[in-house]
Each structure stands twice: as C-alpha cells, then as structure tokens.
C-alpha cells in the first residue's frame, strides 16, 4: 500500500518539476526549463501504467491468473494514473516548448538563415 501511496505522489512530475516563463521576462535572462527530460518521463510512465492496467485485464479474463475485483482494486486506479501521467506530460511540453520560444526571440528568422531576417 505505501508503494501505492509513493508511485500516486510522484504521478505527473511535470506539474512540478518544469517550469515554463514568466509572463513578463526578458528573453536574454529568462529563467525556464527547456529540457523535456521530465515530460518524456512522465509520458513513458502514463503509456506504462495504462498498458499494465490493460494487461492485467486481459491475464484476468483468459484465466491465467484471477484476481478477485481486479478491475476496481488494480486497473480504474492504474488507468487514472496513467491519465494523470499523460496529462502532466502534455502540460509540461507545452511549457518547455513556451520557455524555447521565449529564448530565442532574437533568433527569428528561417531555418539555416545566416543573419537575422528583418
């Protein structure tokens, strides 16, 4: 039960760990997170937790192993994870993506661009 407890306290990461800027900020001094490790890791952590949810319904319902209210005990609480996971990872992305933006305000232009497009 105390895995349980620890695993729904870290579920979405992201909420907390990633940081996107300010609404007011100068692009040269922004602080933010641009690294989308902690996204990806809440992603593979939402897809793992609905995939075991899943699993664990088809080992149930082919009779391999019977785990008496498997759905209420272990699956609708691994799905919810999963989802809350999903959720941060997508929030957090998309805060990432707003701090890259911010940082490279000066650096408008096209894609192998030498100089700045005016």
């Given at each position: ?43 593979a ?26 759905e ?5 609480p ?41």
């Amino acid at each position: 039960m105390r895995l349980v407890a620890a695993v729904a306290a870290l579920a979405g990461c992201s909420f907390v760990a990633v940081q996107g800027p300010p609404p007011e900020y100068d692009a040269k001094t922004v602080t933010c997170t641009d690294s989308d490790v902690v996204p990806s890791i809440d992603s593979a952590a939402g897809v793992l937790a609905i995939a075991a949810a899943a699993g664990g319904e088809i080992v149930t319902q082919a009779g391999v192993e019977h785990v008496d209210n498997y759905e209420l005990i272990y699956g609708i609480p691994l799905i919810i994870v999963g989802i809350v996971y999903l959720v941060a990872a997508s929030r957090g992305t998309d805060k990432v993506e707003a701090c890259r933006s911010a940082k490279q305000v000066d650096n408008v232009g096209c894609d192998g661009c030498a100089e700045r497009v005016p």
